[in-house]
């Protein structure tokens, strides 16, 4: 109830509000949510006290856990308000609102004309990188599942659609990724999600979390590169769209044992990003199973 209100709130503010104005009301929004107890609440601090047990999350932080908490979810309420403002990002933003690292690697994992399979996190503003790719002249496609939202995510799609992005979800399978990646395009995968339908058991900070095999399965189908990328949001509230390398398929490989190959480096960076840029990793679900450590 308190999720779908703030993001109404969001929808009717959120493309008037100067950068200034969004980051105060993102900060109160985002305290009024962490006051009342809730299952995203506990999801976060739970997955940062196994971080935190992996020794990635200094024990001698200030404020530790909590603090930490409390910035992830500052910085979903930014990444919220932001993305329902797109409107207000005219021409200029390309030059006045994002910069782009390591972009030479994109142009040279696309240069054979199989296209590229991008993983990524949930950090930063990982929407706004997209729309950035789209509007740079990249054929961008996206799955997604729920977003925001279930009463938003029909307008969460219409958002991305209307700036050519291409959407689907779980269930239109391979084809129209495939599809994309013949064309050249960029399909871009949230690989620290729960939207997949099969999964391997990888290290993740000390343990053994679920990552999904998408994102290894479709660039070996595709012979395509495997991209590993990040958003980030600086102090200033720029974004920046960072590609961080690159991984080949391995046609000499049986497909299983390429495959797993595969998703564990998609684990592996995925680790070093998050680790980097904890307080913006916006993930709402336990990840981390009970059991022990790997």
């Given amino acids: 109830m308190i999720q779908a209100l703030l993001l109404k709130t969001a929808l009717a503010l959120a493309p008037a509000l100067p950068d200034r104005a969004a980051a105060s009301l993102a900060r109160a929004t985002a305290r009024l949510e962490f006051a009342f107890p809730s299952k995203r609440r506990r999801a976060v601090e739970s997955n940062l006290a196994r971080i935190a047990e992996s020794g990635l999350l200094p024990a001698d932080r200030p404020g530790g856990i909590d603090v930490t908490a409390r910035s992830i979810f500052e910085s979903y309420h930014r990444f919220v308000l932001?993305?329902?403002?797109?409107?207000?990002?005219?021409?200029?933003?390309?030059?006045?609102?994002?910069?782009?690292?390591?972009?030479?690697?994109?142009?040279?994992?696309?240069?054979p004309g199989r296209g590229a399979v991008v993983a990524a996190p949930h950090v930063g503003n990982w929407e706004l990188a997209g729309l950035a790719l789209?509007?740079?002249?990249?054929l961008v496609h996206v799955?997604?599942?729920?977003?925001?939202?279930?009463?938003?995510t029909r307008l969460a799609r219409l958002l991305k659609?209307?700036?050519?992005?291409?959407?689907?979800?779980?269930?239109?399978?391979?084809?129209?990724?495939l599809s994309t990646l013949r064309r050249g395009g960029v399909v871009?995968?949230?690989?620290?999600g729960d939207v997949f339908v099969r999964s391997l058991d990888a290290t993740f900070f000390g343990?053994?979390?679920p990552f999904p095999l998408g994102p290894a399965l479709l660039a070996r189908r595709a012979c395509a590169a495997l991209v590993h990328a990040h958003a980030e949001r600086t102090g200033s509230g720029t974004h920046v769209v960072s590609i961080d390398g690159v991984e080949l398929p391995r046609p000499g490989l049986k497909a299983?044992?390429?495959v797993r190959r595969l998703?564990?480096?998609?684990?592996?960076?995925?680790?070093?990003?998050?680790?980097?840029?904890?307080?913006?990793?916006?993930?709402?679900?336990?990840?981390?199973?009970?059991?022990?450590?790997?």
Avoid: N
Avoid at 165 to 177: K, Q, Y
Avoid at 263 to 289: K, M
């Fill in 207 to 209: 343990r053994l979390v």
């Fill in 134 to 138: 789209a509007r740079l002249g990249f």
């Fill in 256 to 258: 299983k044992e390429d």
């Fill in 143 to 152: 799955v997604t599942g729920v977003q925001f939202h279930a009463r938003f």
């Fill in 188 to 192: 871009v995968l949230l690989a620290d």
């Fill in 161 to 177: 659609e209307r700036e050519r992005i291409l959407v689907c979800t779980p269930a239109d399978g391979f084809r129209p990724l």
């Fill in 82 to 111: 932001e993305y329902l403002g797109q409107r207000s990002l005219d021409g200029r933003a390309l030059d006045t609102r994002f910069r782009f690292r390591g972009m030479e690697i994109l142009y040279g994992a696309l240069a």
């Fill in 263 to 294: 998703t564990r480096r998609v684990a592996e960076c995925q680790e070093r990003t998050i680790a980097a840029h904890l307080d913006q990793w916006c993930i709402f679900r336990p990840l981390f199973p009970s059991g022990d450590a790997a």
